[in-house]
């Protein structure tokens, strides 16, 4: 079973940045699709960034393009997701996902590329303050 366990998050000014990181076990996670997901209580949980197995292809969210980051480190089983330019509107609880399901690379290139994740972490807490 996977196990995903996310670090970084905390709380910064409006403008600065942050880099959270999310460390997979539990299965081979070289063949795993890898994402990052936000909610806000009271809101349905959004799509932040996806990323395929090799790492080539990315995804982002409509409202982070241009200022959010994801990327792999194989070897070492983590998904980083480098937050740049925040504004107060990303805070939120940012968790770490993951699709494991064979051709997980297929289900990211459809609409929405979010469909296919399935298994998600405890979630780490980002705020950004005025």
């Known amino acids: 079973q996977v196990q995903l366990l996310e670090s970084g998050g905390g709380s910064v000014q409006a403008g600065g940045s942050l880099r959270l990181a999310c460390v997979a076990s539990g299965y081979p996670y070289q063949w795993m699709c890898m994402g990052w997901f936000r909610q806000v209580p009271g809101k349905e949980r959004e799509g932040v960034a996806g990323?395929?197995?090799?790492?080539?292809?990315?995804y982002y969210g409509d409202s982070v393009k241009g200022r959010f980051t994801i990327s792999r480190d194989n070897p070492q089983n983590t998904v980083y997701l480098q937050m740049n330019s925040l504004e107060p509107v990303d805070t939120a609880m940012y968790y770490c996902?993951?699709?494991?399901?064979?051709?997980?690379?297929?289900?990211?290139?459809?609409?929405?590329?979010?469909?296919?994740?399935?298994?998600w972490g405890q979630g780490t807490q980002v705020s950004v303050s005025p």
């Open positions: 996902a993951t699709d494991s399901r064979p051709y997980c690379n297929a289900r990211l290139a459809g609409r929405p590329w979010s469909a296919g994740f399935d298994t």
């Open positions: 990323i395929s197995i090799n790492g080539n292809n990315t």
